[in-house]
């Protein structure tokens, strides 16, 4: 029960990592970014390339991860920036299969359905299950620490306001002088990096990687963290990512006190679950539970 508690705990903070990306591109600058999980499975198979293949370290592999998923956000950046609303969404959520569909079937570089095993962890195999655990949450716990300085910090800072100014009405900031277009690129390459260290976190912990682990849900899952957590709000971002992993995983509990459900049945009130929850979030705090702050954000 210690080991699953962990792991709940570590991946909630892998989930931050990507609701601080997402928070940046969509609750911060307005870009309907559902390419997420493309950017998530190209950090990670990053880091696992980068370790396995390349025999890098963890930490430069981190670093790689960040490299990678930038230069990815700028690729898709630049050919979809001048895209909006429903056009965008449905091109970046194209994205996601593409890699996906990539990662399965370029055996040479990802091993396809087979996947990457033996990445390396953090002390694994030197220390017993729990306390790589607890080592990989602790590590973990930093790295969202310090990602969460750094997006207050840029958020709170004159170009944060840029961006907050064209999320509001993109015209007005043109017409303020503003470059729209370049500070929505620069917005959309952050937020794919730290996306892209979502992955390498997720992949040095699990030890394993496929690409049946980077579903579109993912996306989903992490859109629903911030809308709880509360959109344009860092701290929003991550208590919405903690929320929605012991409400997914809560749920599986909740099941055992109802009788005579089959498997089925049990998935499909997980999901009712989970829906009312929203439901029930955006009519009390449509905001999020954490309402973004102008004079902080």
């Not at 990457?116 to 620490?145: A, D, K």
Request: aromatic share 10%.
């Amino acid at each position: 029960m210690e080991n699953y508690i962990l792991g709940i705990l570590t991946t909630s903070g892998v989930y931050a990592l990507l609701a601080l990306g997402l928070n940046m591109t969509w609750g911060v600058t307005g870009i309907a970014n559902f390419g997420l999980a493309g950017f998530f499975a190209v950090g990670a198979y990053a880091a696992a390339i980068g370790s396995t293949v390349l025999g890098l370290p963890i930490w430069a592999c981190a670093i790689l991860a960040i490299i990678v998923g930038g230069l990815f956000g700028l690729l898709v950046s630049v050919s979809t920036i001048r895209l909006r609303g429903d056009y965008l969404a449905i091109v970046t959520l194209g994205f996601t299969e593409v890699v996906r569909l990539v990662a399965s079937n370029e055996t040479w570089l990802t091993k396809g359905t087979d996947g990457i095993s033996g990445i390396p962890g953090p002390f694994r195999g030197q220390v017993t299950p729990t306390e790589y655990n607890m080592i990989s949450l602790g590590i973990v716990t930093i790295v969202v620490i310090a990602a969460l300085i750094f997006c207050v910090r840029l958020v709170q800072s004159p170009y944060g306001r840029v961006l907050r100014a064209i999320r509001d009405d993109e015209d007005v900031a043109m017409a303020a002088g503003k470059n729209a277009t370049m500070f929505k690129l620069q917005a959309f390459v952050i937020g794919a990096a730290l996306m892209g260290l979502g992955g390498a976190v997720y992949a040095h912990y699990l030890s394993y990687i496929s690409p049946d682990l980077f579903r579109p849900l993912i996306s989903i899952y992490i859109f629903l963290a911030l809308t709880i957590g509360g959109s344009g709000n860092n701290f929003g971002a991550v208590l919405g990512s903690i929320l929605l992993l012991v409400l997914l995983e809560g749920s599986r509990f909740v099941m055992e006190w109802v009788p005579n459900l089959t498997g089925v049945q049990s998935a499909a009130m997980r999901e009712a679950i989970i829906g009312l929850t929203l439901i029930l979030v955006t009519r009390f705090a449509a905001q999020g539970l954490l309402r973004e702050r102008n004079k902080q954000y």
